[in-house]
C-alpha cells in the first residue's frame, strides 16, 4: 500500500504522522519511509538509527521501492497544485492532518477542493487535540458537518510526541507517561487503514 501525508500547512504533523505510521506498518510488512520533504526531517528523525523501519530520500528510494510492501510518503507543506495531482495518482491513500486550529481547518477544506476533482482516496486525521479543551470536538463537528471522510481516532497533544524525534525515537521509545497513549492513538489510525 502506498500512502501519502499531505497539507496545504505547515507544522500540521505530517513528519510525526508518516514516522508513527511507518512504524505501525513495518510491524505487519517491510515498510519504506520516503522523505520527500526538502527540509528532510524524517531523515533528520532516523539518523541516529532507532527508528524501527527504513527511511530513504525521494532521490534514493526508486531502486527501494519493489523491497517493501508498504510505502508511507512524508511530503513538504504547500505542495504546488501538480505535486498534489501526483501524489493523489501515485498514492492508494493520501492523508491530511489537520490540527483543530480554525486556519489549518481551513486549508485542509482547501485541500480537498483541490483533490476531489483528481478523484483521490483521501482521509483528514485530526492532529495534536488537546483534551483539556473542546476544540478537537469542535472540529470533529465542523468537518463531520461538511462531509469529509475523517479517520475515528484522533492524534492527541502530548510532549512526548514534541520530544521524540530529538532523541531520534518513535513515542513509544520515548520515556514519558503517555507515550503508550501516543503509541495506541497511531495504531488505532493504522487498524482504521487497514480495516
Ligand atoms: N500530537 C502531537 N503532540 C504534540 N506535538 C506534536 C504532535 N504532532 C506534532 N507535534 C509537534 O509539532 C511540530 C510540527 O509537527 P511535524 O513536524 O510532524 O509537522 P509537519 O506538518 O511535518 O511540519 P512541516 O510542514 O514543517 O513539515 C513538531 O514540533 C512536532 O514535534
Ligand atoms: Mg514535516
Known sequence: MIIAITALKGGVGKTT???HLAAYFQTIAPTLLIDADKNRSALVWSKEDK?????ASQAGSPGLISKFTHIIIDTQAR???EELEDLAI???LLIL????????LD???KAIELLKPLKANYKVLLTKVDSRTINGREARKFL???QLPLFKTDIPLLVAFQRSPSRGVIVKDFP???SHLGWSKYVAVGKEILR
Do not use: I, K, W
Not at 527508528?51 to 527511511?55: C, D, G, K
Not at 492532518?97 to 489549518?104: I, M
Open 176 to 178: 514519558d507517561e503517555r
Open 90 to 92: 501515485g498514492s492508494d
Open 51 to 55: 527508528l524501527p523501519f527504513y527511511v
Open 79 to 81: 505542495p504546488e497544485p
Open 97 to 104: 492532518p489537520t490540527t483543530p486550529n480554525h486556519l489549518d
Open 144 to 146: 463531520e458537518a461538511a
Open 107 to 109: 486549508s485542509t477544506v
Open 17 to 19: 504522522t508518516a514516522v
